[in-house]
Nanobody, 129 residues
Framework: QVQLVESGGGLVQAGGSLRLACAAS???????????WGWFRQAPGKEREFVAA????????KYLDSVNGRFTISRDNAKNTVYLQMTSLKPVDTAVYYC???????????????????WGQGTQVTVSS
């Protein structure tokens, strides 16, 4: 059963913006507010890399150095949705973006993929030069 659905990807010119959303469904909705959340991305021919994370309470965030100041992760517990606002996009940001729910409750956001046990199907982001 699909529990995380990403949306908001697409084709954008360099310098443009996109907002990705990750909506939780099913049993995951019941524990959404207790979990930390992360965004990862994978470009063709490259390994998946951490992009951003937010802790369970929303009070703390972490970012990949290359996106810090351009991307913002946020959460809306009432909507069971996590967002990734991306601005000043660059061609190197082109990738499939995945959201992920933390394995444990009441934790900080982690840059390590093993800290997450539920993943979305991914949404493609393509930035043209």
């Amino acid at each position: 059963q699909v529990q995380l659905v990403e949306s908001g990807g697409g084709l954008v010119q360099a310098g443009g913006s996109l907002r990705l959303a990750c909506a939780a469904s099913g049993p995951l909705r019941l524990t959404f507010s207790r979990r930390a959340w992360g965004w990862f991305r994978q470009a063709p021919g490259k390994e998946r890399e951490f992009v951003a994370a937010i802790n369970w309470s929303g009070s703390s965030t972490k970012y990949l150095d290359s996106v810090n100041g351009r991307f913002t992760i946020s959460r809306d517990n009432a909507k069971n949705t996590v967002y990734l606002q991306m601005t000043s996009l660059k061609p190197v940001d082109t990738a499939v973006y995945y959201c992920a729910a933390s394995r444990n409750y009441f934790t900080a956001g982690s840059p390590n993929s093993y800290a997450y046990d539920t993943w979305g199907q991914g949404t493609q982001v393509t930035v043209s030069s």
